[in-house]
């Protein structure tokens, strides 16, 4: 069975700062990508970072020089650093996991809100 456990969402001002943790347990597989995603109101989920167990990330273009990802592999944790915080990026943020071949996890959701 696998758990994600998410932390780190809250309330900020614009041009502020937060930083997500999602830490992992069970079977998560030798070779996976974590990552995050959001979910506005009225909008579709969309990505914001991802990162192989070999450290290669990826970003959405609407974060990139503002978000930065990154991974604890003993820990099975994976950071998502938010600055520069902007009220267009409030949203609940799902963290992932998709195993290599093998199946993809969500976590339950931690809500971020950036006021102007």
């Known amino acids: 069975q696998v758990q994600l456990v998410e932390s780190g969402g809250g309330f900020v001002q614009a041009g502020g700062s937060l930083r997500l943790s999602c830490a992992a347990s069970?079977?998560?597989?030798?070779?996976?990508?974590m990552g995050w995603y959001r979910q506005a109101p009225g909008k579709q989920r969309e990505l914001v970072a991802t990162?192989?167990?070999?450290?290669?990330?990826n970003y959405a273009d609407s974060v990139k020089g503002r978000f930065s990802i990154s991974r604890d592999n003993p820990k099975n944790t994976v950071y998502l650093q938010m600055s520069s915080l902007k009220p267009e990026d409030t949203a609940v943020y799902y963290c992932?996991?998709?195993?290599?071949?093998?199946?993809?996890?969500w976590g339950q959701g931690t809500r971020v809100t950036v006021s102007s």
């Open positions: 992932g996991l998709w195993i290599y071949g093998g199946s993809n996890y």
């Open positions: 069970g079977s998560i597989g030798s070779i996976n990508t």
């Open positions: 990162i192989a167990n070999f450290n290669s990330a």
